[in-house]
């Protein structure tokens, strides 16, 4: 399909003036669909930042007809409660990521030099001699785990989510838990690690 009258950059649909648009006649940034004025949303006639579904004036949300925030119904004006581990608290999403981090910089690319390689891979990747090793992608749950087991002192961080539950983290990232590395102190669970590194600091 021809693209024409585009006035922003990079734009694969018509009448855009914004930039990264898929689709059609969209002022804002990055959207994939049509008539947005917002940015990064994927459905129709959004005049706010991030939704999925159609005609919403609000922000991240993946209904339709909502002028509220993080709603996935339709016709919304408000902003709903928490839900996390497949349980309701009595937090909005807005005060629940202004209070909690959920960021974690998953390795699903992971450099692994030559000396690392096993025999099996010098023999089915192409180039490792030039290039010294190679780059190796890892999947979800695999990188999951690498990055788990490389940053202990971020355990805490999630392990004190509200609702908080084993099987589900573990269903989702992979991430088994290490019973042995877990000490519970009136009532709470903490990683050996945590505790090591405070005592440490407590000490210097």
């Known amino acids: 399909m021809e693209k024409k009258n585009n006035s922003g950059n990079c734009n694969s649909g018509n009448l855009n003036s914004g930039s990264y648009n898929l689709g059609s006649y969209n002022s804002g940034d990055r959207n994939s669909g049509n008539w947005n004025s917002g940015d990064r949303n994927s459905g129709y006639w959004n005049s706010g930042n991030r939704n999925t579904g159609d005609n919403n004036s609000g922000d991240f949300n993946s209904g339709d007809w909502n002028s509220g925030y993080s709603n996935s119904g339709s016709f919304n004006t408000d902003e709903p409660k928490m839900r996390i581990f497949n349980k309701e608290i009595d937090m909005t999403v807005s005060e629940f990521y202004n ?86 102190i009136d009532g709470k669970k903490f990683s050996k690690s945590t505790i090591k590194e405070a005592l440490k600091n407590h000490v210097s």
């Open 99 to 184: 209070k909690y981090n959920l960021y974690a910089n998953i390795p699903l690319n992971r450099w692994i030099y030559e000396a690392d390689m096993s025999e099996a891979e010098k023999k089915s990747v192409e180039g490792w001699e030039q290039m010294g090793g190679y780059l190796k992608t890892l999947e979800f749950k695999e990188a999951c785990q690498v990055w788990w087991n490389e940053n202990p002192r971020e355990h805490d961080r999630f392990l004190e989510l509200p609702n908080f539950d084993w099987a589900i983290f573990t269903e989702i990232t992979g991430i088994k838990p290490v019973t042995e590395d877990m000490i519970e």
